[in-house]
């Protein structure tokens, strides 16, 4: 009796030659719809699936492998004799080889336009049902989901007349991760659709975007996995133009730099290290804008990434290339700029579609034994209710410098404290243990430019000791939450000071 394979898939890619090799090691073929037209269109012999189970397809194709005649096939034990008199009792044959892969649904759900019935009818029933059938018995059906892997059984197959068991156990493992996969998005789309905000299991998934050399540092093993269907506006789907490839840190550190430049719509320059920005800058054109970033902190910037949210021109590239840096994002780079940057092999360039919106994702962090899950910190000044409760109001030009800094702030490990002017960062104090000892870092790193500019903090002041500090640096308006007990003793000092002061009711920590 001829050995049977069942091919059934979607994805069609290389699957004429899979099959007429499959006849050529006297396999017989059973088919399904599409997937049988092509494999007869190609003029190889194929039975459908009607003929083995003796039943008709069904419920506009709904129905047509879930049949004993079909899952007998797949899940008996071939060295068990009670199931060998039960297959021949029932006249079931075995299937030593299934090949199927699912309903293209992530396509599906992809499309801008698509339905919820267009959706719901590309959840595909039984093709995972005979994947896992068939995964399941892997000790005697091969099964092959991934087109990649056609040559390898059809090579096995040529050389011994079977697939070797670790082959299998392979194929069946990539086989429960693909459905896995495939179930995943679909709870997710499901999930989104009925508008659960927790629900009782969280099952995600990713793809795997590359494997890396090592993670943050060389004695740790780490990789890349993009999520499927993610944002577009991001590093998981940015394109790399030149230089080496991305480390683990590079990448944390560029997403770091694009989740600041986001903020802006402005020409914008933000320069990032260690995932807090050393330096941003803002002007009429992206080439100011860099200045004023490399001018806020010039040693810092020395290894840096660098986002910026504008084509990068010759005189800017000209600029950049007067810094070792890491990275540099951009909207685009103009062929002058291009030239110039390649010139440095190891410097990575990447383009982003920044006039694509950010998808709205939630924010995982993974803990040991666990996942923690919010939603990512989009709170905005315009967001928020702004009162002003010193004697002094914030002037005009304070006013912009204060949104400037508070854009900044959320972005910035906490503790922490950004010292600005409108159109750029002068001081940043990050990641400290106490409040006062940021606000000393970004002064001091402000130096004589903190007098006439702006703080902004990401938490409330417990002590009046930072609004203290920031007068004698020269400050002269300072933006924060404000909620502490002790909110009226930060009030009197800036009014003793004559400092300006607003409250946003808003905390940005970020740890």
């Avoid at 189970?53 to 899940?75: A, D, Y």
């Avoid at 394109?239 to 590079?250: I, M, R, V």
């Avoid at 939450?481 to 409250?503: N, Q, T």
């Amino acid at each position: 009796m001829k050995k049977r394979a069942l091919i059934s898939v979607s994805d069609k890619a290389g699957i004429t030659d899979f099959a007429k090799q499959l006849h050529e090691l006297d396999f017989e073929i059973i088919s399904t719809g599409g997937t049988k037209k092509a494999i007869e269109d190609a003029g190889i012999p194929v039975m459908s699936v009607s003929e083995v189970t003796g039943f008709p397809e069904i419920l506009e194709g709904r129905v047509k492998t879930l049949n004993p005649m079909i899952h007998g096939g797949l899940l008996a034990k071939f060295s068990e004799a009670s199931h060998q008199e039960q297959l021949s009792e029932h006249q079931i044959q075995p299937i030593h080889v299934v090949c199927v892969n699912l309903y293209p649904f992530q396509q599906t759900i992809a499309k801008p336009d698509v339905t919820v019935e267009t959706a719901i009818e590309n959840i595909d029933i039984g093709g995972p049902t005979m994947l896992r059938a068939s995964a399941k018995n892997h000790e005697y059906v091969t099964v092959v989901v991934d087109p990649v892997d056609y040559t390898t059984v059809i090579e096995e197959l040529k050389a011994s007349g079977e697939v070797q068991k670790e082959t299998r156990r392979k194929l069946a493992a990539k086989v429960f991760r693909h459905t896995a996969a495939y179930d995943a998005m679909i709870a997710e789309y499901m999930t989104e659709l009925a508008q659960e905000e927790t629900p009782e299991n969280l099952t995600v998934t990713y793809e795997l975007k590359q494997s890396l050399r090592y993670g943050e540092n060389p004695h740790q093993k780490a990789a890349f996995y993009r999520k499927p269907l993610g944002s577009v506006f991001s590093i998981a789907n940015a394109t790399q133009l030149h230089g080496k490839e991305l480390s683990y840190n590079n990448i944390n550190d560029a997403d770091a730099a694009l989740q600041i430049v986001k903020e802006f719509t402005e020409p914008a320059a933000v320069a990032v290290k260690h995932m807090n920005p050393c330096g941003v800058g803002t002007g009429n054109d992206i080439f100011s804008a860099f200045s004023k970033a490399f001018a806020a902190d010039p040693v810092s910037i020395f290894g840096g990434i660098i986002a910026l949210n504008r084509e990068v021109d010759k005189a800017t590239a000209e600029k950049l290339h007067e810094v070792f840096l890491e990275i540099i994002i951009a909207p685009s780079f103009s062929d002058e700029a291009i030239e110039i940057l390649t010139s440095k092999k190891n410097l990575r360039l990447l383009t982003i579609p920044f006039d694509k919106k950010a998808k709205k994702e939630v924010k995982l962090t993974s803990i040991e034994g666990g996942l923690l899950v919010q939603e990512q910190d989009r709170f905005g000044l315009k967001d928020a209710t702004v009162t002003v409760p010193t004697k002094r109001k914030p002037t005009d030009e304070e006013m912009k410098a204060l949104e400037l800094g508070w854009k900044i702030v959320k972005h910035v490990k906490s503790n922490a404290i950004v010292v600005n002017n409108r159109d750029m960062t002068l001081g940043i104090g990050a990641g400290q243990m106490n409040r006062v000892g940021a606000a000393k870092i970004a002064l001091e790193q402000a130096g004589a430019k903190a007098v006439g500019a702006v703080l902004a903090s990401d938490a409330f002041f417990p002590m009046d000791d930072t609004v203290e500090a920031a007068a004698k640096a020269g400050i002269k308006a300072i933006i924060q939450p404000g909620g502490s007990v002790r909110d009226e003793d930060s009030i009197k000092k800036a009014d003793e000071f004559g400092i300006a002061m607003i409250f946003t009711g808003v905390r940005h920590f970020k740890h």
